[in-house]
């Protein structure tokens, strides 16, 4: 989910850092108007405290409503973890040990808490079956080599549970600790995250999949939190004169429609999401909070509850705000996991783009993905993932093949993929008895800056390469032998209006598809003969969401063209035939088993329906995975089973 900025984060460091982004004088009159406008409120604060609890209690919880457990709180500190119901009486002797900071979610039949155990200087998860009455065997995170200052669970829409650390160092991580309600043996690291200097407070927002983060002396931050996603981050807010906080945010908690934040002058404010970007309202005093330090929430059907602390006199408070109308959530798409993921690519970056499956004619398990690497070559890799060749022959941006090439006295299978290098057809040869790819040398285009590849095959065996550039010009040619050579010989020349890249022929029905990034999914037909006239498949809205980038075809009795819907990081399942029904739409998931990540802006992909052995036995799709996580590292490609992409859309 994409929101706007309302002030540009990547000049704001600069702008504080030089002192001269901003006219002071200006900007306080703006924020007094503001607040004038907002008047202040008060909120009704009603001392909580239960009977001889310990004062050195840090942080806690409010737990849901309908929990299973008779727990309605938890709270830590230096005299352990402690569960407590409404009026603060125990529910259970504490769990022994030192600690701060805390999160808690219900987890199947346990209830699940997270926290710095301050003894080992790691974060531990332990867990309160509900039906044992008792805690279960404690485990910890690997130690950091930065001090944790908070941590914050966060339930995606697919029931993935991740825990967030953050560290005052400007670090911090992202735990997958468990899925389907059921906590993993081993959890693991999703990615690194670099946050602000002085970050204190984390709160997440589950229906707005939206991390909030302090920074001290500056403002409150919105990152996305979704690990596939890039990490770019929006203002909330900032500390005045920039913005309404009077003080830096003493703490951070969840609200209905947003985020709430403490500020140090014992006001507390409420953040929500709109088109136009965060929006605050009236900011709500707090008396008799003197020192106001820690907030704390829970969502009803009817109201906010929170807790407060006052560091003056050690005194927890309660408070209940009024319910704002929750967020439309976006419809969930259906996931499904990767069976197996290639090696990364050598370059790090934007790197991989473009696959392509070559069929062993004669024993499919020994098939063949050739993986472009538009910063050096192309790999190739078998079907478990491992790297077999990598041929340097420069920036290699999309890559297709076809069989049945005759070169000299013998035929081959031929790949032709785009050399941004030398903005030419880079030429290989794929030989079926050592399943070995060779270099053909390359033919040379005229196009500006030659960018999207595909090739087709004609019903008379004519083999065709067809290649486009950024301004939308596309030149297809016939390739063919002479003196063993391979040579290109222009026959059609068309174009987009604006930028393509990805396209597909549909052999079986001599269709050509090509995708105009920004705009649509085109069709025309693949012979040369005739002329270049688009029909529209589908525009770039609705469920196709820009940019439009791999396509490939699933050849069987009922075809289907796969479509990569870049801007939500989905895939479309489309008829092959007019009128282009769609079938679906899914995303590719974690597979916590096999420790792959899921897949997030997809450049190309390829499918195919050959029986490729027990793992794929209908086939498979592979698609360019644009962010490697589970461990970070470079980008790679996914090979995904079509038998599950066909059981989660009902495909026939």
């Given amino acids: 989910m994409r929101f706007t900025l ?22 306080s009159a703006e924020n007094r108007d503001t607040s004038e406008k907002m008047v202040s409120s008060d909120t009704q604060l009603t001392p909580w405290t239960g009977p001889e609890l310990p004062s050195d209690l840090n942080s806690w919880v409010l737990l849901p409503a309908g929990n299973n457990t008779p727990a309605d709180r938890v709270a830590v500190g230096g005299s352990g973890l402690w569960l407590l119901d409404a ?24 209830l699940l808490s997270a926290t710095l155990d301050e003894v080992r200087d790691q974060t531990l998860l332990l867990g309160w079956n509900v039906e044992q009455q008792a805690f279960s065997a404690p485990s910890w995170l690997p130690a950091t080599d930065y001090p944790v200052e908070s941590l914050c669970f966060y339930q995606d829409p697919n029931d993935y549970l991740y825990l967030f650390l953050i560290g005052e160092e400007g670090s911090g991580q992202q735990w997958l600790v468990a899925e389907q309600q059921q906590l993993l043996t081993k959890p693991q690291l999703m990615r690194d995250l670099h946050l602000p200097v002085g970050a204190q407070y984390c709160a997440v927002n589950d229906l707005l999949h939206t991390l909030f983060i ?45 985020v709430l934040a403490l500020d140090g002058n014992a006001s507390l404010h409420r953040y929500r999401i709109e088109a136009e970007g965060w929006q605050a309202g009236a900011p ?65 970056g934007d790197a991989a783009d473009d696959p392509a499956i070559w069929v062993n004619p004669s024993d499919a398990s020994q098939s063949r993905i050739l993986g472009t690497d538009k910063r050096g070559g192309l790999g190739v890799y ?41 903005n030419s057809l880079e030429l290989f040869a794929i030989n079926p008895q050592t399943n070995n790819v060779s270099s053909l040398g390359r033919i040379p285009l005229p196009l500006s800056d030659i960018y999207g590849l595909c090739m087709a095959k ?27 050579e391979v040579t290109g010989a222009l026959v059609r020349e068309f174009s987009t209006q604006t930028q393509p890249e990805g396209c597909v022929a549909d052999d079986a029905r001599q269709r050509l598809f090509i995708g105009e990034e920004g705009v649509a999914v085109w069709t025309l037909g693949t012979d040369p003969n005739q002329p270049g006239e688009l029909s529209e498949v589908i525009r770039a809205e609705g469920p196709l969401h820009a940019d439009v980038e791999g396509m490939a075809i699933y050849q069987a009795k009922k075809p289907y063209l796969v479509i990569s819907s870049q801007g939500n990081d989905s ?32 450049d190309g992909l390829e499918v195919s329906s050959a029986n490729f052995g027990s793992v794929f036995p209908r086939g498979m799709l592979v698609v360019q995975d644009g962010r490697k996580r589970m461990p970070q590292g470079n980008q790679n490609f996914k090979l995904v089973s079509w038998e599950q992409i066909a059981k989660a859309l009902n495909l026939p």
Avoid: M
């Fill in 458 to 484: 004609g019903p008379q065996g004519d083999i065709y390469a067809i290649a486009n550039d950024k301004s939308g010009r596309f030149l297809q040619y016939r390739l063919q032998a002479e003196n063993g």
């Fill in 571 to 602: 895939y479309l399942v489309l008829d092959a035939e007019p009128p282009y029904q769609l079938r679906g739409v899914f995303q590719v998931g974690v597979n916590t088993a096999a420790g792959i990540d899921g897949v997030s802006e997809t």
């Fill in 284 to 348: 709500l005093a707090l008396p008799p909070l003197r020192d106001a330090e820690r907030v704390f929430s829970r969502q009803s059907s009817a109201y906010i509850e929170v807790l407060l602390a006052d560091a003056a006199d050690q005194q927890l408070y309660q408070a209940k705000l009024p319910q704002a109308e929750l967020p439309i959530a976006a419809p969930s798409i259906v996931e499904v996991p990767a069976q197996a993921q290639t090696d990364s690519v050598p370059h790090g």
């Fill in 382 to 422: 078998d079907l478990q993932g491992k790297q077999l060749q990598y041929l340097p022959v420069g920036r290699i941006n999309n890559v297709d093949l076809r069989s049945g090439f005759t070169l000299g006295e013998q035929q081959i299978d031929l790949a032709v993929a785009s050399n941004r290098d030398s």
């Fill in 87 to 110: 009026t603060g009486n125990p529910i259970t002797e504490p769990y022994s040990g030192r600690f701060s900071a805390l999160d808690t979610r219900p987890l199947g039949s346990t």
């Fill in 6 to 27: 309302l002030i540009a984060g990547t000049l704001l460091p600069a702008c504080f850092a030089l002192s001269g982004c901003f006219n002071d004088e200006a900007i």
């Fill in 214 to 258: 302090n920074e001290e002396d500056v403002g409150i931050w919105a990152y996305p939190a979704n690990p596939e996603t890039n990490g770019e981050r929006q203002i909330v807010d900032l500390v005045a004169p920039y913005g309404l906080l009077q003080d830096s945010a003493q703490g951070l908690a969840a609200s209905s429609d947003g």
